[in-house]
């Protein structure tokens, strides 16, 4: 079975630009959750799809935003980038189901930098 | 704190032992969970205890739990070069009425294995 995948791998934009990410989860998985990773915060989490819904949100502004297709991959958005949005941005694909165990499985991140 | 706590970084040679330490938030989460993040990589599932359980072995990984402290420590046995990464801990406390979880992750600690 084919992992999580991300692209792209690396990104540079300026600020005030707006870019998407993309994420394909494991096959047969729903659910895509997006996570922000610093130095200075670490893992942040910024929403879950399940799906093609949102079903969990972190505490981000509203420039960042998401989305899921009906074949499970997702999209996510960030508009009016700014400085500090450099980041690692990762993907983590699950089942999804009504279950208490929740293993995530990571795709490798698409690091962003903003000039 | 609301916070997952753990130390940020730790130092030692290649033989010795490691103990990473976390400190959780939420008694309600049914499973707890350790992430190894390689250089250039995403996260990946490392071991998880469940939380009826104090103490679980896989080879050379050891987690101990305590659940009055909200304490969760993972040991390393016989520590390598390439155990070198950083580790997560992640809480899951289950979304109400909903019968799946939410995974909290720390902000990791740096795990660095000298020769």
């Known amino acids: 079975k084919a992992g999580v995948t991300q692209t792209p791998r690396y990104l540079i934009k300026t600020r005030g630009q707006q870019v998407t990410l993309s994420c394909s989860p494991i096959s047969g998985h729903r659910s895509v959750s997006w996570y922000q990773q610093t130095p200075g915060q670490g893992l942040q989490f910024l929403f879950e799809y399940f799906s093609e819904t949102q079903r969990n949100k972190g505490n981000f502004p509203g420039r960042f935003s998401g989305r899921q297709f009906s074949n499970s991959r997702s999209e996510m958005n960030v508009s009016t980038l700014e400085l500090g949005d450099s980041a690692l941005y990762l993907c983590?694909?699950?089942?999804?189901?009504?279950?208490?165990?929740?293993?995530?499985?990571f795709g490798p991140g698409t690091r962003l930098t903003v000039l | 704190g609301e916070d997952v706590e753990q130390s940020l970084f730790l130092s030692v040679r290649e033989g010795d032992s490691s103990v990473i330490n976390c400190t959780y938030t939420d008694s309600s989460s049914t499973y707890l969970y350790w992430y190894k993040q390689e250089p250039g990589a995403g996260l990946q599932l490392l071991t998880y205890?469940?939380?009826?359980?104090d103490m679980k072995q896989d080879q050379r990984l050891t987690v101990l739990l305590n659940k009055k402290d909200k304490h969760l420590s993972l040991r390393i046995a016989d520590t390598q070069t390439g155990d070198s990464a950083i580790y997560f801990c992640?809480?899951?406390?289950?979304?109400?009425?909903?019968?799946?979880?939410?995974?909290?992750f720390g902000k990791g600690t740096m795990l660095l294995v000298s020769p």
């Open positions: 983590a694909s699950s089942p999804g189901q009504a279950s208490l165990y929740n293993e995530q499985f």
């Open positions: 992640a809480e899951s406390p289950p979304r109400l009425g909903s019968g799946y979880s939410t995974l909290t």
């Open positions: 205890i469940f939380s009826n359980m």
